[in-house]
């Protein structure tokens, strides 16, 4: 139409190189963006998120000198019914050595549920101290209706955790997933 | 081909069918007005609103949605959308093509963009209101919490990317592939430069964008967790995503601007531009800087301190090209015969309003400080002062500028400079005082205030009244520039004025460079 002096086909060709690079960028989100986001925030502890796996213990030697408080929160995401308690609030804990408490969950109502417990440590940078070799966390948690349970933690609290922490606060969210699909990603 | 001239069609199929790029640049540009137009209603809603302390004309709710479809509106709908139109108007003329590339797919990018905005703005009257979750849309506000209209917002979103998507590759192509024979590269004007590096920009980012929406879609609609917690997601990593896009989007917006400024500051100083080279080079190492800074929008989100140091650094080095642009701009009007015109009074305007809308973006750039001005009208202030006072005043210095090439009229000076001189007034009385309340602590986003806040808020919210209606006096301006301005035959327009786009007829014809001009000398020569 307006001139036949340039032939359509470079540009063509330059259309699709770059239609190739925007898919590309669409995909780059999915594929690389978010693996990449878990990845990092699960190898430094970024984000206050302890791992999703359990730790295998490394036999080391429990540093006697040093005493860490470990603070327990339990909080409900909005609308979830349940009540989920730690047995203590706070304890002091020796770094290298296994602790363990237990959370005492409460369904009150008349329904079957499916709940999910997502941790969080306050200061965020203890989170890669923070080891669980047990946790209700790592799966979801089935009570049926007007049922209670517990529900244990173990943990060791790293020897190389920074000298300047002296208080770790780990904080779980329960949020109600009955009814939503189990995937790979919902064992956090 | 040269003597087979022909006009356009007549009626409304020629602006429907349409492939010449002037038209569709036209059309763009309108379609932006009236963009700007209906976001500037939004901000009038929210300034009313503001007028005094307490709960006066609107719900809380929405007063969101006027906050949330005010951003939207200004950036993808009236912001691009008029640079778009700018590059459909003057690149073809500026590095003497026909047309553009591909033409048919011009028509296409824009005709999909008035359906997207029809969709957005129609969630207004749906059940539950419009979006209400501000123009960043952060998850799970927009995911768990927002308003089923939500989906019409994906949807409105994903067709503007493609629409930009769409118009940044034929941008591309036409630059690569149809220049007059001796428009080398570095003899391209500015403003084509800074187009073809946003375009870049555009086709790298804008699928970022349509993948977040997309993740909100599942979210939302298919059980996936990309954004929430209980199933193993992450609300910052929504945060990541869109910054990652959101980051290159703001000099999306500026580049094109920096690129007007470039040609007019130029004309009306009666030099060649100072540091051709340099321009371009500082215009690439921003567009490449801009992918490694969008971590300093969400410094308070719990970062590692090495995190926030990388990204605080990254981000005062985009000083130092910002700094050099600015100093070649002023070093061209160094010594130089300046004249002050509508269009260079808004460029200066630009220039030293920029200038400011940079230092307090450097002021947000520190990690530590930004703790204090987090989400607060402080940052209201800063991207005002770079949006409005850089965007919008270079693209109206635009528009005054090559506006009589377009339509072989003359504007109204006069009333072009009383325009210029009420929205200076009126700009800084608006945005000028939010720096204060924002450093002493007042949120962004909210309807109500503490009683301390509400002065100032009287003057932004007087300021933006004038600011808004000096608007009006531009669509008259502009209007009756078409209608029935001073007849202008000169092909140069301003004496000062250098580049391809000058040599043809005024107005300019339906069908130019038709046969390939001969290159005059290169843009940068001193």
């Known amino acids: 139409m307006s001139s036949l002096r340039f032939s359509r086909v470079p540009a063509i060709d330059t259309a699709l190189k770059l239609v190739t690079v925007a898919v590309t960028m669409f995909s780059f989100v999915f594929v690389v963006m978010v693996p990449l986001y878990n990845v990092l925030c699960d190898a430094l502890g970024i984000n206050g998120k302890t791992s999703s796996q359990a730790y295998t213990v490394v036999p080391a030697a429990v540093d006697e000198s040093r005493e860490v408080t470990v603070q327990f929160v339990a909080i409900n995401n909005d609308g979830m019914p349940w009540s989920l308690t730690p047995d203590t609030r706070m304890m002091r804990v020796n770094p290298g050595a296994a602790n363990g408490v237990v959370f005492h969950a409460v369904n009150p109502t008349d329904a079957d549920m499916v709940a999910q417990a997502i941790p969080s440590i306050s200061p965020s940078r203890a989170a890669a101290y923070f080891h669980k070799t047990e946790c209700f966390c790592f799966d979801q948690q089935m009570l049926e209706g007007q049922s209670s349970a517990e529900m244990p933690l173990q943990f060791i609290v790293d020897k190389d955790l920074p000298a300047d922490i002296h208080t770790i606060t780990l904080s779980y969210t329960i949020f109600d997933v009955t009814g939503t699909v189990t995937d790979g990603l919902a064992s956090r | 081909m040269g003597e087979h001239h022909h006009g356009p069609a007549q009626g409304i199929s020629r602006w429907l069918f349409t492939t010449n790029h002037k038209d569709i640049g036209t059309m763009y540009l309108w379609f932006a007005f009236a963009m700007f137009l209906l976001g500037g209603f939004f901000a009038m809603v929210i300034r009313a609103e503001l007028f005094q302390p307490g709960m006066q004309l609107v719900e809380p709710g929405f007063f969101n949605q006027m906050t949330t479809l005010h951003g939207l509106v200004m950036v993808f709908g009236a912001i691009m959308p008029s640079f778009v139109g700018l590059a459909n108007w003057l690149i073809p003329m500026m590095i003497g093509a026909p047309d553009m590339a591909l033409p048919r797919m011009n028509n296409w990018s824009f005709w999909i963009l008035p ?122 990593l929504f945060q990541h ?50 992918f490694i800074v969008w971590a300093h929008h969400m410094y308070t989100v719990g970062m590692p301190i090495a995190g926030e140091l990388f990204f605080m650094y990254a981000t005062m080095l985009i000083a130092v090209p910002t700094g050099v642009k600015v100093f070649n701009w002023i070093s061209t009007m160094w010594r130089g015969a300046l004249s002050f015109e509508t269009p260079m009074l808004f460029c200066i305007g630009f220039l030293i309003l920029f200038t400011l809308g940079g230092f307090t973006g450097l002021m947000l750039s520190i990690a530590p400080a930004d703790f204090q001005y987090h989400d607060t009208y402080f940052v209201v202030a800063h991207f005002h002062y770079v949006m409005v006072a850089g965007a919008v005043f270079s693209m109206t210095a635009a528009v005054y500028y090559w506006l009589p090439k377009w339509c072989g009229r003359m504007y109204n000076e006069a009333m072009g400079k009383t ?62 520039t078409i209608v029935a301005g001073k007849p202008v035959s000169d092909e140069k327009v301003w004496d000062g004025a250098e580049g391809l786009e000058w040599t043809v007829p005024t107005p300019a014809p339906y069908h130019t460079f038709e046969e390939p001009p001969a290159v005059p000398k290169p843009a940068g020569t001193i």
């Open chain 2, 115 to 236: 359906p997207a905005f029809l969709m957005l703005a129609s969630t207004l009257f749906m059940e539950g209101g419009a979006p209400a979750f501000g123009w960043t849309f952060y998850a799970p506000l927009s995911t768990t919490y927002a308003a089923p209209s939500v989906t019409f917002f994906i949807f409105a979103i994903h067709i503007l990317g493609v629409s930009s998507i769409m118009g940044s590759i034929n941008i591309i192509a036409t630059v690569m592939n149809m220049r007059a024979p001796g428009m080398t590269y570095m003899k391209m004007p500015l403003f084509v430069w800074t187009w073809l590096i946003t375009a870049f920009l555009l086709v790298a980012v804008m699928p970022v964008l349509a993948g977040a929406v997309t993740m909100m879609l599942m979210d939302i609609h298919f059980g996936t967790s990309f954004f929430s917690a209980a199933g193993g997601g992450d609300p910052v």
């Open chain 2, 241 to 290: 995503i869109f910054w990652f896009f959101g980051h290159p989007e703001v000099y999306i917006i500026i580049l094109p601007a920096f690129g007007v400024v470039s040609q007019i500051i130029p004309a009306f100083s009666r030099k060649p531009l100072f540091g051709y080279a340099s321009m371009v080079y500082a215009t690439a190492s921003i567009a490449f800087l801009s």
């Open chain 2, 419 to 480: 325009h210029f001189w009420i929205s200076f007034i009126g700009f800084n009385i608006t945005f000028f005082p939010q720096h204060f309340v924002g450093l002493a602590g007042m949120p962004r986003r909210i309807p109500d205030y503490a009683l301390q806040f509400a002065d100032f808020n009287m003057m932004s919210s007087i300021g933006a009244f004038i600011y808004g209606a000096s608007q009006l006096l531009f669509l008259y301006n502009v209007i009756a």
